[in-house]
């Protein structure tokens, strides 16, 4: 059986492809996750797609993932990624990896974007490359 990745998503991005396209992409949720299962394939993986408005998803998906003995997780936490010290908790508290991806350079945008709780307890973080950031992030996670 493969390894298992979870790949988790935060608030709103359930609305990919429909919100602020120009900062976000056309890609849809379910564009990235089809992507990621066939990259996934070619490197001996499996994944977990989940997305959820709702912080307390997160954070139990996060133990999930440690129960799980996920290889790692991919967690684009959106909006969260600023302002949660429970991600920031979750991530600390377990030994599964944590990769932060943003589908925008946080760095790039507005000042309230730039500091980042996820990243603070991340393994690494990747940002500004569009939907494409999920799949560095799947490739980064298969060969820690």
């Known amino acids: 059986m493969a390894e298992i990745v979870y790949v988790l998503n ?3 991005l359930n609305l ?4 602020e396209p120009e900062i976000y992409g056309t890609d849809t949720l379910d564009d990235i996750a089809g992507r990621l299962e066939d990259r996934a394939r070619t490197l001996g993986l499996s994944i977990e797609m989940r997305q959820s408005n709702h912080e307390g998803h997160l954070v139990d998906w996060l133990h999930e993932a440690q129960s799980e003995s996920a290889r790692a997780v991919l967690l684009n936490a959106g909006a969260l990624t600023h302002t949660s010290l429970a991600l920031y908790d979750a991530i600390r508290s377990i030994r599964t990896p944590v990769i ?8 790039a945008r507005e ?4 500091k980042s709780f996820v990243a603070m307890a991340a393994k690494g973080t990747i940002a500004g490359f569009g939907a494409l950031g999920y799949e560095l992030a799947l490739d980064a996670a298969a060969r820690m």
């Open 100 to 107: 932060e991806v943003h589908l925008s350079n946080p760095h």
């Open 10 to 12: 935060g608030p709103n």
């Open 111 to 114: 000042a309230y974007r730039h």
């Open 16 to 19: 990919l492809g429909l919100r």
